[in-house]
Every structure is written in C-alpha cells, then in structure tokens.
C-alpha cells in the first residue's frame, strides 16, 4: 500500500512537471514571435499579411472556414496634380479675334467703303469720308494725308466697283498702319542673360492683365518667363499677378508687404530670373498718374535700380484705346521717363477708334506691338497690320 501510495505521489509530480515545461514553451514561443524587433533589412510584413486597415492581419487556424470576404477599403485619392494650362499659339490669334475688331469698328470700315463705292464722290461726300476717319481716332495729320491719297486716286482709276475700292483702300490704311515698323519682342535672352522687359501705364488701362496675358504668349512659344510684381501701391496687383503665373506655372517674385520698394522688387525679380536661367523677365509697375511728379520720378527710379544689373530692353506702354487721343499725352510723359519701346493697345474690342493705332504709332515713333482685344486669358494679339486692315474692312 505505502509502495503504491508512493508511486501515485512520483507520478503525480512527474506528470506535473512535465506540463508545467510544455506550457512553458509554448508561452515563449508565442512571446518571442511578438517581441522580437525585426531584423535590419530583413522583409517587413508582406501586403498580404497586411488586414486592409493596415493592421497586421489575424492568424487564420486551419480547417475554419473564412465566409466574409475581407472588407475593401478604397486607396485614399491621389491629391491633384496642379493643372497648369496650355495657352494659345500667338500667331493667327488676331485673325481669330478679328470679329471683335470688325464689330467695333463697322463705321470705319463698312462706313468708308459705302461712301467711297457709292459713286460720283463730290465735296460733301470726301468731308464725310473725312468725318468717318477723325471719329475713329486716326488723328488729323493721318486723316487729311489718307483723303488726300484716296482723291487722287480715284481721280487718277476713276470710280471703280467694291473690289477696287476696298483694295484701294486697304492699300492707303496698310500704308498708314506701316507693316516695315518692327514689331518683334525683346523676349530672348541676351548675351547670357534673361532679356527685361518693363511695363508702365496709368492705373486702369490693363497693364496686370496684359502682363499676365503676356506670360501666356510667350509661354505658348516655350520661353521660360518669370514675372516682377512691382505695382506695391494696389495691393491686390501681386495677388492678381501670381494667379496668372500660376496658371501657366511661371514664377512671380513679389513683397509680402504692402507699399514696399517697388525698385527693390524689381530689382529682385531680374535678379531671380538671371538666377533661374530665364529667357526674359517681365515687370509690372504701378499705375500712377502723369502729372504726380514723384510718382515719375518713381518709375525712374524703378528702371535705373534694374539697370544696375541688367539692361532693361523693352519698355511697353500699356494705353487704354478707349481713351482714344486722351491717352496720346500720357504716352508722352511716359516717353520722356523712360523711354518707350512699343505699345500695347487694350480694349479694342470696346471702342470704334481703331485709328488710334496709327495716331498713337506717329505721335510717338514707336510701333503698337500687341494689341488686347477682350478679357479672356488669350485675348492678347501680337499687332499684325494686314490682318488688323482686313478685319476692319471686313
Ligand atoms: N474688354 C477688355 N478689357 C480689358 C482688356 N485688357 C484689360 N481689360 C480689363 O481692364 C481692367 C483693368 O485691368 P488691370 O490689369 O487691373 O489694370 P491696371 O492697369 O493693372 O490697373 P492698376 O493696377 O490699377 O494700375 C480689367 O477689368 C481687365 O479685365 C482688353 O483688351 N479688353
């Protein structure tokens, strides 16, 4: 009995013990597994181990039947790109906005053409020919010169039909208009250096808008642009500037205060764009009013600050067309500060003085170089003569 009870009792604590060590492993095992760090290098946990979450997914046991299909979580949406766009090749953008120009400019054209094919031309009917031309802002000089060639034309052919008088007229306004003036762009670099172009004008007549249109055309022609924001009296006029850069992914170099240095932001703008290999830099300047003496002086300023570093070598004056000869004297004061190199004319598709191109063209010996024909981004036109004579005889 006692050998019994005694063996009952070994067996007792060796099965124990034997227990004992099998929980013992197992524990460990399940303990190491979820403690150990990975290695460096060694795989982290492969996508199908991931739980969609991201989780590190559940152990499946063998022979259980997994029924639910695992819950798909939709991949977070990719932010967007920022669209930049395409903006529209310059060449053949007049003929596309020549409608503009022929609406606006009916009397000019249509009016000219009834009167001159409207048979024997006597006194009273040149004066209204002469009337039609100063209405639409041809000037007086250009006016008399025109009338005066048309008389002795028609004098010298005879009365012709439509087609004839519309070649002759188209003729004596394209004379008037002068295609050999040279209406390229300062926008190449220049002797290594980004070329400067400079954009001045009274407040109103579009000249952030014509800057930013501006980036587009040379944006469409592949150049690399960078924009100054030099107008820090209007506060919204940098705001303004870089919305239109940024849509066509070109740079604005602007002061986050407003009334700063306009000279110091145009001076960090050439120097940013020499700095970024630019093709060209174009600075918008602030309108200001050509009697405020010191507001020219300013602008003087502006350009002398530039030239430290690099030749400004274009001045555009940005004139409102519907101001018609109102805009010739500012064009003036303009030209005496510093020095006009080409104009741009905006609003032509509001105004029936299309002759202010030629008007404006002699008054100040500098050719119309872009011509702004509506409000859309692309609406800005390089000046072609022969397509702006066809649209307003058209
Ligand atoms: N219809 C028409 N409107 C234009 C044209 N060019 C500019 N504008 C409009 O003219 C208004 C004035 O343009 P801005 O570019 O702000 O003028 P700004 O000269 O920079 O004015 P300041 O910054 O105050 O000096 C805006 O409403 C433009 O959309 C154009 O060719 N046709």
């Known amino acids: 009995m006692t050998y019994v009870g005694i063996a009952v009792a070994i067996l007792v604590v060796v099965g124990g013990v ?12 399940v303990e190491d597994e979820r403690e150990a760090p990975p290695l460096p290098g060694s795989p982290g946990p492969s996508d199908a181990d991931l739980a969609p979450d991201g989780a590190i997914g559940t152990i499946e046991h063998p022979g259980e039947v997994v029924e639910e299909e695992p819950e798909v979580v939709a991949a977070p949406a990719p932010a967007p790109a920022p669209t930049v766009e395409t903006p529209e090749a310059p060449a053949g953008r007049l003929r596309r906005l020549r409608a503009r120009l022929a609406r606006s400019n009916s009397a000019l054209g249509k009016g000219l053409l009834a009167l001159l094919a409207g048979g024997s031309l006597d006194d009273a009917a040149w004066e209204e020919v002469e009337d039609t031309l100063l209405a639409a802002d041809l000037g007086v000089a250009a006016t008399t010169e025109l009338v005066a060639a048309l008389r002795t034309r028609v004098a010298v052919e005879g009365a012709t039909d439509e087609a004839g008088v519309r070649r002759m007229l188209r003729e004596e306004l394209l004379r008037l208009v002068d295609p050999a003036m040279d209406r390229s762009l300062a926008d190449e670099r220049v002797d290594g250096r980004p070329a400067c172009i400079l954009v001045v004008g009274v407040n109103g007549t579009g000249k952030t808008t ?12 592949d150049k690399d642009v960078v924009l100054g924001a030099a ?3 209007r506060a919204a006029a940098a705001d303004q500037l ?21 000279a110091a932001v145009a001076f960090d703008a050439v120097k ?3 700095e970024l290999e630019a093709d060209v830099v174009i600075i918008d ?25 690099s030749p400004v070598d274009e001045v555009l004056l940005v004139l409102d ?22 104009i741009v004319l905006t609003k032509l598709d509001g105004t029936a003085k299309g ?37 307003i005889l058209d």
Not at 242 to 262: C, F, K, L, N, Q
Not at 324 to 339: P, S, W, Y
């Open 231 to 233: 107008d820090t009296f």
């Open 285 to 309: 300047t602030a309108g200001r009013l050509q009697n405020k003496v010191g507001l020219m002086d300013e602008l003087g300023k502006v350009k002398r600050v530039i030239e430290k570093q």
């Open 321 to 342: 067309a519907t101001t018609g000869q109102n805009g010739m004297r500012q064009a003036e004061v303009f030209g005496e500060v510093v020095g006009i190199t080409g």
């Open 272 to 274: 940013a764009a020499a």
């Open 18 to 29: 034997i227990l004992g060590l099998l929980r013992g492993r197992g524990r460990s095992s």
């Open 210 to 221: 014509t800057v930013g249109k501006l980036a587009r055309v040379l944006v469409a022609q």
């Open 355 to 391: 002759g202010i191109v030629v008007a404006v063209q002699r008054g100040l010996g500098v050719p119309v170089k872009l011509v702004g024909l509506g409000e859309g981004p692309d609406d800005l036109a390089p000046f072609d003569p022969e397509a702006f004579v066809d649209a």
């Open 242 to 262: 870089e919305t239109w850069g940024g849509r066509v992914g070109v740079p604005t170099i602007r002061s986050e205060r407003d009334g700063a240095d306009p």
